[in-house]
């Protein structure tokens, strides 16, 4: 039951993010809610959710932004995984703690996705666009988790989603 509600979370986070934030792009980068919600719930319930939720919201991005199936769906299992794998060594309900953590999985986002971007042979973009980009998703998806990272955690408390 958690990780359909979680996957029905994240269907409505990338519906936001195909009709609405197109629309309020800040230097060419917006807030990327799917990539918060894998690393929040990576970092409340473990790695078994983080791939799982990575999967199921990379190939919904895959579907709607992507030209190929794994360009963002590998990038998000990864990064889910990692989240995961702190899941049980640090103190969830620490406010610092996913403000940390996603910083190094916006860059590390950033970085993998364009990577692969660069080795299928897409259009590539200059360094100098790229940190542009980089750099106004890290702001926004950091203010953003300070902000909705509570929420979830009260979500994760919810009898139908708790933890066994």
């Known amino acids: 039951m958690r ?29 990327n809610l799917v990539l918060i919600t894998i690393i929040s719930f990576g970092l409340i ?38 989240m995961g794998i702190f ?16 910083i190094m999985g916006t860059l590390f986002f950033q970085g993998l996705f364009y990577l692969i971007q660069y080795l299928r042979g897409a259009g590539a973009l200059y360094i100098g666009q790229i940190k542009s980009i980089a750099t106004i998703s890290l702001i926004l998806n950091s203010i953003i988790i300070v902000i909705i990272y509570p929420y979830f955690l009260k979500l ?4 139908v989603i708790k933890e066994k």
């Open 45 to 82: 319930y473990g790695k078994k959710e983080g791939i799982f939720l990575g999967l199921i919201g990379g190939l919904f991005s895959d579907i709607l932004f992507g030209t190929v199936v794994g360009l963002y769906a590998l990038p998000y299992m990864i990064i889910g995984y990692i």
């Open 3 to 31: 990780l359909l509600i979680l996957s029905l979370l994240l269907v409505i986070e990338i519906i936001i993010e195909s009709t609405v934030f197109p629309f309020i792009k800040i230097g060419g980068g917006f807030p």
């Open 87 to 102: 899941n049980e060594r640090v103190f969830k309900e620490n406010k610092i703690i996913p403000f940390i953590f996603t």
């Open 156 to 159: 994760s408390n919810w009898h």
